[in-house]
Protein backbone atom coordinates (compact mmCIF):
# COMPACT_ATOMS: atom_id res chain seq x y z
CA UNK A 1 0.00 0.00 0.00
CA UNK A 2 1.32 3.32 -0.78
CA UNK A 3 1.76 6.29 1.78
CA UNK A 4 -0.34 8.63 0.69
CA UNK A 5 -3.64 5.73 0.78
CA UNK A 6 -2.67 4.25 4.00
CA UNK A 7 -2.62 7.93 5.49
CA UNK A 8 -5.26 9.07 3.80
CA UNK A 9 -3.69 12.15 2.30
CA UNK A 10 -6.15 13.52 -0.67
CA UNK A 11 -5.00 13.37 -3.79
CA UNK A 12 -5.77 17.15 -4.76
CA UNK A 13 -3.95 18.50 -1.51
CA UNK A 14 -1.50 21.28 -2.39
CA UNK A 15 1.18 21.30 0.19
CA UNK A 16 3.93 23.90 0.32
CA UNK A 17 7.12 24.28 2.07
CA UNK A 18 8.31 27.14 3.66
CA UNK A 19 11.70 27.89 5.07
CA UNK A 20 14.93 30.18 4.86
CA UNK A 21 17.38 29.60 2.15
CA UNK A 22 19.17 26.55 3.04
CA UNK A 23 16.74 24.83 5.63
CA UNK A 24 15.98 21.82 3.23
CA UNK A 25 13.06 22.72 1.52
CA UNK A 26 14.14 21.16 -1.63
CA UNK A 27 15.30 17.97 -0.10
CA UNK A 28 11.96 17.98 1.58
CA UNK A 29 9.91 18.24 -1.71
CA UNK A 30 11.54 15.38 -3.45
CA UNK A 31 10.93 12.99 -0.46
CA UNK A 32 7.43 14.04 0.20
CA UNK A 33 6.41 13.99 -3.54
CA UNK A 34 8.10 10.68 -4.13
CA UNK A 35 6.44 8.90 -1.13
CA UNK A 36 3.29 10.40 -2.11
CA UNK A 37 3.54 9.88 -5.88
CA UNK A 38 2.55 14.03 -5.93
CA UNK A 39 4.21 16.11 -8.29
CA UNK A 40 6.50 18.85 -7.66
CA UNK A 41 6.73 22.70 -8.16
CA UNK A 42 10.36 23.46 -7.95
CA UNK A 43 11.86 27.22 -7.95
CA UNK A 44 14.10 27.17 -10.86
CA UNK A 45 17.57 28.80 -9.50
CA UNK A 46 19.82 27.93 -12.39
CA UNK A 47 17.70 29.49 -14.97
CA UNK A 48 16.90 32.50 -13.03
CA UNK A 49 18.30 35.39 -15.14
CA UNK A 50 18.13 38.13 -12.16
CA UNK A 51 19.54 36.02 -9.13
CA UNK A 52 23.65 36.07 -9.75
CA UNK A 53 23.33 39.67 -10.88
CA UNK A 54 20.92 40.29 -7.66
CA UNK A 55 23.53 39.01 -5.30
CA UNK A 56 26.31 40.77 -7.22
CA UNK A 57 24.31 44.10 -6.56
CA UNK A 58 20.84 44.44 -4.56
CA UNK A 59 20.31 48.14 -5.29
CA UNK A 60 20.18 47.62 -8.88
CA UNK A 61 18.46 44.36 -8.92
CA UNK A 62 15.74 43.12 -5.93
CA UNK A 63 13.11 45.11 -7.54
CA UNK A 64 13.46 43.18 -10.92
CA UNK A 65 13.88 39.98 -9.16
CA UNK A 66 10.92 39.98 -7.37
CA UNK A 67 8.92 40.85 -10.31
CA UNK A 68 10.33 37.80 -11.72
CA UNK A 69 9.62 35.15 -8.72
CA UNK A 70 6.22 36.36 -8.45
CA UNK A 71 5.32 36.19 -12.25
CA UNK A 72 7.12 32.47 -12.32
CA UNK A 73 5.37 31.45 -8.91
CA UNK A 74 1.82 32.46 -10.10
CA UNK A 75 2.34 30.50 -13.35
CA UNK A 76 3.21 27.94 -11.25
CA UNK A 77 0.21 28.58 -8.99
CA UNK A 78 -1.82 28.04 -12.01
CA UNK A 79 -0.06 24.60 -13.21
CA UNK A 80 -0.93 23.39 -9.81
CA UNK A 81 -4.65 24.56 -10.08
CA UNK A 82 -4.82 23.19 -13.79
CA UNK A 83 -3.59 19.86 -12.69
CA UNK A 84 -6.58 19.99 -9.93
CA UNK A 85 -3.46 19.76 -7.15
CA UNK A 86 -1.84 16.61 -5.87
CA UNK A 87 1.53 18.84 -5.32
CA UNK A 88 4.47 19.91 -3.48
CA UNK A 89 5.56 23.08 -3.81
CA UNK A 90 9.02 24.38 -3.25
CA UNK A 91 9.06 27.84 -0.94
CA UNK A 92 5.42 29.63 -0.84
CA UNK A 93 4.30 32.58 -2.66
CA UNK A 94 4.21 34.11 0.70
CA UNK A 95 7.59 34.45 1.43
CA UNK A 96 8.78 36.69 -1.43
CA UNK A 97 6.73 39.39 -0.12
CA UNK A 98 6.41 38.76 3.92
CA UNK A 99 10.24 37.80 4.12
CA UNK A 100 12.66 39.08 0.86
CA UNK A 101 10.70 41.97 -0.34
CA UNK A 102 10.07 43.50 3.15
CA UNK A 103 13.47 43.14 4.06
CA UNK A 104 15.15 44.26 1.07
CA UNK A 105 12.90 47.65 1.49
CA UNK A 106 13.73 47.91 5.14
CA UNK A 107 17.17 47.29 4.96
CA UNK A 108 17.46 49.87 1.49
CA UNK A 109 18.49 47.94 -1.16
CA UNK A 110 14.96 48.27 -2.38
CA UNK A 111 13.33 51.93 -3.09
CA UNK A 112 9.88 52.61 -1.30
CA UNK A 113 8.60 53.56 -4.78
CA UNK A 114 9.34 50.28 -6.41
CA UNK A 115 8.20 48.38 -2.69
CA UNK A 116 4.63 50.63 -3.21
CA UNK A 117 4.38 49.08 -6.17
CA UNK A 118 5.68 45.63 -6.09
CA UNK A 119 3.39 44.70 -2.81
CA UNK A 120 0.16 46.16 -5.21
CA UNK A 121 0.98 44.07 -8.22
CA UNK A 122 1.30 41.08 -5.16
CA UNK A 123 -1.80 42.47 -3.41
CA UNK A 124 -3.85 42.44 -6.35
CA UNK A 125 -2.79 38.79 -7.46
CA UNK A 126 -2.51 36.71 -4.28
CA UNK A 127 -4.07 38.32 -1.69
CA UNK A 128 -7.64 37.82 -3.34
CA UNK A 129 -10.33 35.29 -3.02
CA UNK A 130 -9.89 33.84 -6.56
CA UNK A 131 -6.49 32.74 -5.25
CA UNK A 132 -5.73 28.63 -4.09
CA UNK A 133 -4.28 29.29 -1.14
CA UNK A 134 -2.12 25.59 0.09
CA UNK A 135 -3.83 23.28 2.33
CA UNK A 136 -0.94 23.12 4.40
CA UNK A 137 2.06 24.82 4.81
CA UNK A 138 5.41 22.92 6.00
CA UNK A 139 7.60 25.23 7.82
CA UNK A 140 10.94 23.84 8.09
CA UNK A 141 12.88 25.31 10.97
CA UNK A 142 16.65 24.97 12.36
CA UNK A 143 19.51 26.56 13.88
CA UNK A 144 21.43 29.44 11.94
CA UNK A 145 24.64 27.63 12.92
CA UNK A 146 23.01 24.01 10.80
CA UNK A 147 21.53 26.73 7.99
CA UNK A 148 25.06 27.93 7.26
CA UNK A 149 27.30 24.74 7.09
CA UNK A 150 23.99 23.45 4.73
CA UNK A 151 24.17 26.49 2.58
CA UNK A 152 28.18 25.99 2.66
CA UNK A 153 27.91 22.50 1.72
CA UNK A 154 25.76 23.12 -1.43
CA UNK A 155 28.07 25.43 -2.80
CA UNK A 156 26.10 28.10 -4.27
CA UNK A 157 29.19 30.41 -5.11
CA UNK A 158 26.71 33.25 -4.83
CA UNK A 159 25.16 32.60 -1.55
CA UNK A 160 28.68 31.46 -0.07
CA UNK A 161 29.98 35.11 -1.05
CA UNK A 162 27.04 36.41 0.59
CA UNK A 163 27.96 38.24 4.27
CA UNK A 164 26.75 35.83 7.13
CA UNK A 165 24.85 39.11 8.17
CA UNK A 166 22.25 38.68 5.29
CA UNK A 167 21.47 34.84 6.80
CA UNK A 168 21.33 36.17 10.00
CA UNK A 169 19.04 38.82 9.34
CA UNK A 170 16.69 36.56 7.28
CA UNK A 171 16.53 33.93 9.82
CA UNK A 172 15.18 36.51 12.85
CA UNK A 173 12.71 37.81 10.13
CA UNK A 174 11.56 34.07 9.04
CA UNK A 175 10.69 33.41 12.92
CA UNK A 176 8.74 36.48 13.19
CA UNK A 177 7.19 36.03 10.07
CA UNK A 178 5.72 32.55 10.71
CA UNK A 179 4.54 33.50 14.10
CA UNK A 180 2.25 35.67 12.32
CA UNK A 181 1.26 34.09 9.41
CA UNK A 182 -2.36 32.87 8.90
CA UNK A 183 -3.19 32.23 5.10
CA UNK A 184 -3.58 28.57 5.61
CA UNK A 185 -2.80 26.10 8.11
CA UNK A 186 0.93 25.89 9.46
CA UNK A 187 2.89 22.61 10.35
CA UNK A 188 5.91 23.31 11.64
CA UNK A 189 8.96 20.59 11.61
CA UNK A 190 12.13 21.23 13.00
CA UNK A 191 14.97 19.76 10.95
CA UNK A 192 16.56 17.83 13.64
CA UNK A 193 13.32 15.74 13.86
CA UNK A 194 14.16 13.94 10.87
CA UNK A 195 16.81 12.50 8.80
CA UNK A 196 15.47 11.85 4.88
CA UNK A 197 19.25 12.09 3.42
CA UNK A 198 20.40 9.12 5.60
CA UNK A 199 17.13 7.34 6.16
CA UNK A 200 14.79 7.38 3.42
CA UNK A 201 11.80 5.74 5.30
CA UNK A 202 11.92 8.88 7.88
CA UNK A 203 9.78 10.29 5.94
CA UNK A 204 7.31 8.41 6.87
CA UNK A 205 6.55 9.94 10.36
CA UNK A 206 6.69 13.23 8.94
CA UNK A 207 3.76 12.04 6.30
CA UNK A 208 2.06 10.67 10.02
CA UNK A 209 2.17 14.03 11.33
CA UNK A 210 0.70 15.58 7.61
CA UNK A 211 -2.10 13.27 8.15
CA UNK A 212 -3.20 14.21 11.03
CA UNK A 213 -2.41 17.89 10.98
CA UNK A 214 -4.69 17.62 7.80
CA UNK A 215 -7.35 15.52 9.84
CA UNK A 216 -7.42 18.12 12.29
CA UNK A 217 -7.65 21.24 10.01
CA UNK A 218 -10.48 19.20 8.01
CA UNK A 219 -12.77 18.82 11.07
CA UNK A 220 -12.12 22.25 12.16
CA UNK A 221 -13.80 23.52 9.25
CA UNK A 222 -16.86 21.22 9.28
N1 LIG B 1 17.62 16.34 6.31
C1 LIG B 1 18.81 16.77 5.91
N2 LIG B 1 19.92 16.35 6.54
C2 LIG B 1 21.13 16.78 6.15
N3 LIG B 1 21.35 17.62 5.15
C3 LIG B 1 20.29 18.08 4.48
C4 LIG B 1 18.96 17.69 4.83
N4 LIG B 1 18.09 18.33 3.99
C5 LIG B 1 18.85 19.07 3.16
N5 LIG B 1 20.16 18.91 3.43
C6 LIG B 1 21.29 19.53 2.71
O1 LIG B 1 21.24 20.94 2.93
C7 LIG B 1 21.53 21.65 1.73
C8 LIG B 1 20.35 22.56 1.39
O2 LIG B 1 19.20 21.75 1.12
P1 LIG B 1 18.07 22.22 0.10
O3 LIG B 1 17.03 21.16 0.13
O4 LIG B 1 18.68 22.57 -1.22
O5 LIG B 1 17.58 23.55 0.83
P2 LIG B 1 16.57 24.69 0.35
O6 LIG B 1 15.77 24.16 -0.79
O7 LIG B 1 15.73 25.00 1.56
O8 LIG B 1 17.42 25.86 -0.02
C9 LIG B 1 21.81 20.60 0.65
O9 LIG B 1 23.21 20.43 0.56
C10 LIG B 1 21.13 19.34 1.20
O10 LIG B 1 21.77 18.16 0.75
N1 LIG C 1 11.74 36.44 -3.43
C1 LIG C 1 13.08 36.28 -3.38
N2 LIG C 1 13.89 37.34 -3.30
C2 LIG C 1 15.23 37.21 -3.25
N3 LIG C 1 15.86 36.04 -3.32
C3 LIG C 1 15.08 34.96 -3.40
C4 LIG C 1 13.67 35.01 -3.42
N4 LIG C 1 13.19 33.73 -3.49
C5 LIG C 1 14.26 32.92 -3.53
N5 LIG C 1 15.38 33.66 -3.47
C6 LIG C 1 16.76 33.17 -3.58
C7 LIG C 1 17.33 32.60 -2.33
C8 LIG C 1 18.25 31.51 -2.84
O1 LIG C 1 19.51 32.06 -3.17
C9 LIG C 1 17.59 31.05 -4.13
C10 LIG C 1 16.78 29.78 -4.00
O2 LIG C 1 16.18 29.68 -2.74
P1 LIG C 1 16.20 28.32 -1.87
O3 LIG C 1 15.72 28.75 -0.50
O4 LIG C 1 17.58 27.77 -1.87
O5 LIG C 1 15.22 27.41 -2.55
O6 LIG C 1 16.74 32.10 -4.53
Known amino acids: MNLRNKYEIPANAVITIAGTVGVGKSTMTNALAKALNFRTSFEKVDTNPYLDKFYADFDRWSFHLQVYFLAERFKEQKRIFEYGGGFIQDRSIYEDTGIFAKMHYEKGTMSQVDYQTYTSLFDAMVMTPYFPHPDLLIYLEGSL ?6 IQE ?25 NSFNACPVLRLNINDYDIIQHENSVEPVIERISSFLQQTQLLKK
Open 145 to 150: DDILSR
Open 154 to 178: RGRPMEQQTPISYWEEMHKRYEDWI
